[in-house]
């Protein structure tokens, strides 16, 4: 469960820095809205957990 939480977390707090670096290459007034953060938090997780799934360690199935 903690693990699911740190990768919402860093998903929330990566997105919003993309963002300001977004927003800041290309000149535009950075508003930080919650949804941008929001959507990498669930992009991170779901990606987290697939890559989880695919890379196994073969030694846990047994």
Do not use: H, R
């Amino acid at each position: 469960m903690m693990k699911q939480l740190t990768i919402l977390f860093w998903g929330f707090i990566f997105g919003e820095v993309i963002g300001y670096i977004v927003s800041s290459l290309t000149g535009t007034l950075f508003a930080p809205v919650l949804q941008i953060g929001i959507i990498f938090a669930v992009a991170g997780s779901i990606v987290v957990n697939c890559l989880y799934a695919i890379i196994k360690d073969p030694k846990s199935d047994k």
